[in-house]
């Protein structure tokens, strides 16, 4: 039989389904390439901070410390607040302890025994007395609170007359007043009144030091004029004055 030439496909077998080629996964990376790759990018970033902050530390002279960094003003701020906060707690301990010697020592003083003499005897020995008749059942000595006595009177003296601070003046007023009542409580009765009266005027010689510059009158501020400001693109109309009434017009019909 004559082939047939003009149907060429009729001789080939069709194929329905045709092999498709997978994608190949790429390689993968080995975990300690990956891991120097990681460590060698932080390098370099730390390499560029650090580098960033010498630079800064050396233009310190140049900009000066209003111009510095920031962070160098911050450690700056830290270590000397760090400074100061450890040379209070020494200088803290330094003044305790000192105290505390002070205090202890105190027990030498005789309270509640006539150890002055002259005007000054008049306050001190009442006032040694009441601390020796109450500070019987407290946990220091008689001693030991008429010396806080003392200083808190220095003190109050002291910083007054300095500092002029209203609470430090309080204290004084209440040290005095503690005083006059103790001298007036402990003297017997028959010079009660002078011994108040000496203290009262020794307190009052000593609160002219240590009140100084305290007024009762009230301060008044001059107050500021006021400001008149002009601003010239603010126009008044101004009206014409209206014509007066027996004033002739011209018109012939009106009289």
């Known amino acids: 039989m004559p082939s047939n030439d003009n149907n060429p496909g009729q001789n080939r077998q069709e194929l329905t389904y045709l092999p498709v080629p997978f ?4 390689p993968k990376e080995p975990r300690f390439a990956a891991l120097c790759e990681r460590l060698r990018e932080g ?23 209003r111009y510095m960094a920031p962070w160098i ?30 205090l202890t020592a105190v027990p030498k003083v005789q309270v509640g025994v006539d150890t002055s003499s002259g005007v000054a005897a008049v306050v001190d020995q009442p006032v040694r007395t009441y601390i020796a008749q109450h500070s019987a059942g407290l946990a220091v000595e008689g001693s030991t609170v008429y010396t806080l006595w003392l200083l808190t ?18 204290m004084w007023t209440a040290w005095g007043a503690a005083t006059v009542f103790m001298v007036w409580t402990t003297t ?13 005027l020794a307190w009052t010689f000593l609160s002219a030091f240590a009140m100084r510059g305290l007024t009762l009158r009230r301060r008044v501020v001059a107050g500021r004029p006021a400001k008149v400001t002009v ?25």
């Not at 390098?43 to 410390?65: F, K």
């Not at 017997?188 to 009262?200: D, H, N, S």
Request: charged residues 15%; aromatic residues 6%; hydrophobic residues 50%.
């Open 23 to 26: 994608p190949k996964a790429p």
């Open 43 to 65: 390098w370099n970033w730390a390499d560029g901070v650090l580098y960033e902050m010498w630079q800064d530390v050396l233009r310190i002279p140049e900009d000066g410390p």
């Open 73 to 102: 003003r911050t450690v700056l701020m830290v270590a000397g607040l760090s400074f100061v906060v450890l040379m209070a707690k020494a200088a803290g301990e330094v003044v305790l302890d000192a105290l505390h010697q002070i």
């Open 153 to 170: 009177g220095i003190v109050g003296l002291v910083l007054g007359y300095l500092s002029r601070n209203n609470g430090v003046r309080a």
């Open 188 to 200: 017997p009765e028959a010079g009660r009144t002078v011994a108040a009266a000496l203290a009262v």
């Open 231 to 255: 601003k010239p693109e603010i126009h008044v109309p101004v009206q014409p004055p209206a014509p007066a009434a027996n004033q002739p017009t011209g018109c012939p019909f009106r009289d």
